[in-house]
């Protein structure tokens, strides 16, 4: 049983239509989603409108690393894979729902056709307290959640529209914002 508690503090329920083992749900970072596990998660909307009294989980395909954001609308996810243990660094993948074929090539993006030393050499550090994201136009990632894209930036905020990495002096915080 999934519960949130809106702000003011009503509670919506809901099952979860299939058991899962030892979950800590996670919300995303803009409360979009809850992550369920590696590759799990459900939307918040499924959870609080609750159809037929049970949300459905989906899942990111398996060996695509840990899910950190997914964008429903734009059928987009963002997860990360650790790559070494030490120092602890990470890749990311941001591909369609369904997938695990990379949307672009950035670096610090992972994909099948780069050299294990190339991933090694791209990887970046991440913490949870701070998780990677969609833009909610599905437009702009941060695998890293900094949001920093100033020109020594790394990986930096990725636009997948145009393919290239965003280089700006200012914050691209109202990148990630709702219009």
Do not use: H
Request: glycine share 6%.
């Amino acid at each position: 049983m999934l519960v949130i508690t809106n702000a003011d503090r009503t509670e919506k329920q809901c099952r979860i239509n299939t058991k899962l083992e030892k979950v800590t749900p996670v919300f995303n970072w803009n409360k979009t989603i809850i992550t369920l596990g590696n590759v799990e998660y459900v939307s918040v909307t499924s959870v609080t409108n609750c159809a037929s009294g049970a949300a459905s989980i989906e899942r990111i395909p398996d060996k695509a690393g840990t899910v950190t954001d997914v964008n429903i609308e734009a059928g987009l996810y963002l997860s990360v894979a650790v790559v070494n243990s030490s120092p602890l660094t990470y890749t990311a993948l941001v591909a369609k729902l369904g997938s695990r074929q990379p949307v672009a090539n950035f670096p610090g993006m992972y994909s099948a056709a780069k050299s294990t030393s190339r991933v090694l050499k791209e990887s970046f550090t991440y913490s949870d307290s701070r998780p990677g994201r969609i833009s909610p136009d599905g437009r702009y990632v941060s695998a890293d959640g900094s949001m920093r894209c100033t020109p020594e930036s790394y990986p930096g905020v990725w636009d997948l529209k145009r393919k290239q990495k965003v280089v700006r002096q200012v914050g691209c915080e109202s990148l990630f914002t709702s219009s």
